[in-house]
């Protein structure tokens, strides 16, 4: 009868494990599928703006120094045609498109005495390179400003974007994954791997 009652207490025990072991699986499938479904959602616009202005001011470690110029008020000045965008990124980049007027780094460097009476405002795509760009000009006297987020946040911010022939386009280059937050309605374009060690 002992032995009943043992056998009858093991069974339980074990359908008791066998239960929680169950829930527990369950629970981690319903956790890991929620994960899949959240990083499947499109983010909004809004909810990019704030990722694109957070990492901008994690990457503003690198330049403290160098003055920032919001999409607003670059757009404010460039109205006025009080500045020229300087483009930092690569030739391919550039050929997707580029802010308005802008000039390529490399023409701002041979031409820089052209721009005397205007700001000159760095970018790129979420201006790392152009905050380096501009700390590197300011140790030579030359004041630049760095537009805060680059071209992500001038996009997020309802600024236009044009090709080489100065039409309008909906399509930016974001460099790669990690920085693709552009506007809902705008094409990406991004480098492989092999394309940014090069």
Known sequence: MNFIILDNIRHNLMRQK???????????????????????RELSDIEKKETVYR????????????????????????????????????????????????????????????????????????SYRSGVFARDLSKDGIPVLNLQAGILAWTLEGGKVYDKSGKEVKRIHVYGDKWDYAPAGYETVKFSLVERLF
Request: glycine letters at 4%; hydrophobic letters at 45%.
């Open 18 to 40: 066998l239960i929680i072991a169950l829930r527990l699986c369950v629970s981690i499938s319903l956790f890991f599928l929620a994960g899949i479904a959240w990083g499947d």
């Open 55 to 126: 990492m901008y001011a994690g990457y503003k470690k690198d330049f403290p120094n160098v003055k920032d110029l919001s999409p607003r008020q670059a757009l404010e000045l460039l109205n006025r045609d009080k500045l020229v965008f300087v483009d930092t990124r690569k030739p391919a980049e550039m050929a997707v498109s580029m802010l308005p007027g802008a000039v390529s780094r490399q023409y701002f460097l041979k031409h820089a005495n052209q721009y005397k009476d205007k700001a000159i405002v760095a970018y790129c795509t979420i």
